[in-house]
């Protein structure tokens, strides 16, 4: 297995993708906060002092997730992918002694480089907050940074699932281009869409359970915010259900791979 991981790791160190999706959220995530900064100053005197640098780190720490999850999942699409759209998949499964350790391998590496991803924007996000705060405290209690390591510890669950996610559509699918515009298409408004139109047909307990939407019940559910009382889905049911989608896409990739004729 530790051969497999090898190789799978030379394979993806070899392409430039790793790196160049891995650029927008960290550009994200170094300037957001930067920016919300100045403006939430402008009403710090009305609301309440420290009011500031609790926004900006919480837009910009939630905009580069939201970016993080979505390339983490393009990560491993064009991961789970690329064998099958360069036909090299049928010459890695004659070098193994069987299918299963390559798609294992795949998954693994998927959900690393998701962890990697998240923990270098994470890291990015907060240290410009810190940096632009100036004379700001920033978290005025254990409490407060708490919750933020909370935020940043499911952030980086979340990222690892959503790369297994796109990885195991790559594998179900065979398609590179196909599961990208699929992932593309899907995060940014075709849930959305979804959601709205099974609202529209009285099915919003069905709309609650889609991936997307699960994924923030699962990172605000750690946020100790009284509104959160209501929310659709709670923890630990937001990620255990987004941990069941990771399993079910997961799962019928792999099945995909074994069952597909590679000759």
């Known amino acids: 297995m530790t051969a497999l991981l090898n190789a799978e790791v030379r394979k993806v160190l070899g392409l430039r993708y790793w790196w160049i999706l891995g650029i927008a959220p960290v550009v994200v995530g170094l300037f957001t906060g930067a920016l919300t900064l100045p403006l939430a100053r402008q009403v710090e005197d009305i609301v309440g002092e420290g009011f500031a640098s609790t926004v900006s780190a919480a837009i910009g720490i939630a905009l ?15 991961n789970g992918g690329t064998e099958f759209q360069h036909r090299t998949m049928a010459t890695t499964f004659l070098t193994t002694r069987g299918r299963d350790g390559v798609v294992a391998a795949k998954y693994v590496t998927a ?18 907050v810190l940096m632009f705060a100036g004379g700001d405290s920033g978290p005025s209690s254990g409490s407060d940074f708490g919750q933020l390591a909370a935020v940043l510890t499911t952030g980086m669950l979340c990222a690892a699932l959503w790369a297994l996610m ?10 590179t281009v196909g599961s990208v515009l699929a992932i593309s298409a899907w995060v940014p408004f075709g849930e959305l869409i979804v959601s709205l139109i099974l609202h529209g047909l009285g099915l919003g307990a069905i709309a609650d359970l889609l991936p997307v939407q699960l994924t923030w019940y699962t990172i605000v559910g750690v946020i100790d915010i009284p509104e959160t009382g209501d929310m659709a889905v709670r923890w630990p049911g937001a990620p255990l259900a987004l941990i069941g989608w990771t399993l079910l896409v997961g799962a019928l990739g792999w099945w995909r791979v074994r069952s597909r004729d590679v000759g």
Not at 64 to 78: I, N, P, S, Y
Not at 111 to 128: D, K, M, N, R, S
Not at 168 to 175: E, K, P, Q, V
């Open 64 to 78: 580069a997730l939201a970016l993080v999850f979505l390339f983490a999942a393009v990560f491993g699409a064009v």
């Open 111 to 128: 959900a690393a480089f998701g962890l990697l991803y998240c923990v270098v924007v994470e890291i990015a996000a907060v240290l410009t």
């Open 166 to 175: 796109g990885s195991g559509l790559g594998l179900l699918t065979g398609s």
